[in-house]
């Protein structure tokens, strides 16, 4: 089992940056996939990135690639994703995932966070 805990989250103003933290406690990090939802108020989750057991291999959503990139430290029990270029649309609670299956479905994560919450505002 692993437990996930999101950090870095704030207000910024459109066009700007943040970097988002997963740190995982338990057992065997990098056993898990490790991926990245947001969800809006009034919309489903949604996959936003997701990075395998190495950190070799990553998928992207269409409506962030070019600008966040997903990344994770095994050594550190952490995973990343930075946010450049952000948009009021990126405005949403993000949270870490760990699961069995290097996917974007909610479906496959079995180990979520507690979210942080991500506003783009002028």
């Known amino acids: 089992q692993v437990h996930l805990v999101e950090s870095g989250g704030g207000l910024v103003q459109p066009g700007g940056s943040l970097r988002l933290s997963c740190a995982a406690s338990g057992t065997n990090f990098d056993y898990y996939p490790i991926a990245w939802f947001r969800q809006a108020p009034g919309k489903e989750r949604e996959g936003v990135s997701c990075i395998n057991r190495s950190g070799g291999a990553t998928i992207y959503a269409d409506s962030v690639k070019g600008r966040f990139t997903i990344s994770r430290d095994n050594a550190r029990n952490t995973a990343y994703l930075q946010l450049n270029s952000l948009k009021p649309e990126d405005t949403a609670i993000y949270y870490c995932?760990?699961?069995?299956?290097?996917?974007?479905?909610?479906?496959?994560?079995?180990?979520w966070g507690q979210g942080t919450q991500v506003t783009v505002s002028a």
């Open positions: 995932a760990a699961g069995t299956f290097f996917s974007l479905e909610v479906r496959r994560y079995n180990y």
